[in-house]
């Protein structure tokens, strides 16, 4: 879905053991504010058809940022830069220091 919308450098990220927040974090990155709203529109409107609950959605307005909460996956969608800014993959990541303590 999310290639379909030409969206970029997707990212899964594994949450189990890490935050009861959700199951798995999807990052994927859209050009500008409209391929970023044009990206999560589509994506909203494919749970709905799959017959899932209407997600939680922030950030629609601005589309710097969208997160899209289903409540096992949570999916960001970013502009490059404010992806960038907010690095959510290093944050999440395996290469946080306490994990690898616990190993």
């Known amino acids: 879905m999310l290639e379909d919308m030409k969206a970029e450098d997707i990212t899964v990220i594994d949450l189990v053991g890490k935050t009861s927040l959700a199951d798995a974090m999807i990052i994927a990155s859209g050009n500008v504010n409209r391929h970023v709203a044009a990206i999560s529109e589509a994506l909203i409107e494919a749970m709905k058809n799959a017959g899932m609950a209407t997600p939680k959605v922030e950030g629609m307005p601005a589309c710097d940022w969208v997160l899209i909460d289903t409540g096992d996956i949570i999916v960001h969608v970013f502009r490059p830069e ?9 944050m999440w990541g395996t290469d946080r220091p306490h994990e690898r303590l616990d190993s």
Do not use: D
């Not at 404010?82 to 290093?90: A, C, G, M, S």
């Open 82 to 90: 404010v992806r960038q800014f907010y690095n959510l993959e290093k």
